[in-house]
């Protein structure tokens, strides 16, 4: 079945950049994801990668897949501190009706 | 911006009682989704719904749980008879097709039964 990982807690300096790592087990996940939540609120959809895809850029966010080591991370360049936040790496299947698999969030708290 | 929205945001209910969980997904959207997170463990899957039934649904949800769509904006979540394990906070997402690669999530209602 499918399952993704992620480390529970980054702390990270104003205007360094950021890494969240994730890990799946489905090697047949069709789109991989980020989700953004901040306290009380929804998930926020930050950027996602196609499975066939190496790197996605997308402004300050750098999304790498090694779909070899079934490994992805997030990397926030100049982080700011309204980037604190809880991080959600989630993956999909097509053949499962895209829904989607979550990971346990990674907490990420910028100090200035 | 089109979103997703829910209601209510906070929800206070006893044990054994009937809840329903209310979502407006967005309207041209054909996919809808439930999803809960209890404090402090992941995401987790509960149903899809397409064309007014269900497409999928997870090991969770239960007898005691069930969806609807009654008047075709709304998609509702009713629990039955509530338990304490059931606190937690509910989302519901909507996407235009099954190909879509997003989501759109609403901001969740936070159910607690007591």
């Known amino acids: 079945g499918e399952d993704v990982e992620q480390s529970l807690f980054l702390s990270v300096r104003e205007g360094d950049s950021s890494v969240i790592n994730c890990t799946y087990t489905?090697?047949?996940?069709?789109?991989l994801y980020w989700y953004k939540q901040e306290p009380g609120a929804g998930l926020q959809l930050l950027t996602y990668?196609?499975?066939?895809?190496d790197m996605k850029q997308d402004q300050r966010l750098t999304v790498l897949l090694n779909k070899k080591d079934k490994h992805l991370s997030l990397r926030i360049a100049d982080t700011q501190t309204g980037d604190s936040a809880i991080y959600f790496c989630?993956?999909?299947?097509?053949?499962?009706?895209?829904?989607?698999?979550f990971g346990g969030g990674t907490r990420v708290l910028v100090k200035p | 911006e089109p979103e997703v929205t829910q209601t209510p945001s906070h929800q206070v209910t006893q044990m054994g009682q009937e809840v329903i969980l209310r979502c407006v997904p967005i309207?041209?959207?054909?996919?809808f989704y439930w999803y809960r997170q209890i404090l402090g463990q992941k995401v987790e899957f509960l149903v899809s719904?397409?064309?007014?039934?269900?497409?999928?649904k997870s090991e969770i949800f239960d007898d005691q749980f069930s969806v609807e769509r009654p008047d075709g904006s709304n998609f509702t979540l009713k629990i039955r008879s509530t338990k304490l394990e059931d606190s937690a906070m509910y989302f519901c997402?909507?996407?235009?097709?099954?190909?879509?690669?997003?989501?759109?999530f609403g901001q969740g209602t936070r159910l607690t039964v007591v």
């Open positions: 997402a909507s996407r235009t097709d099954s190909m879509n690669t997003e989501a759109f």
């Open positions: 489905d090697s047949s996940s069709t789109y």
């Open positions: 990668i196609f499975s066939n895809m």
């Open positions: 989630a993956e999909s299947i097509r053949a499962a009706g895209n829904k989607l698999t």
């Open positions: 309207s041209n959207h054909l996919y």
């Open positions: 719904f397409y064309n007014n039934e269900i497409s999928e």
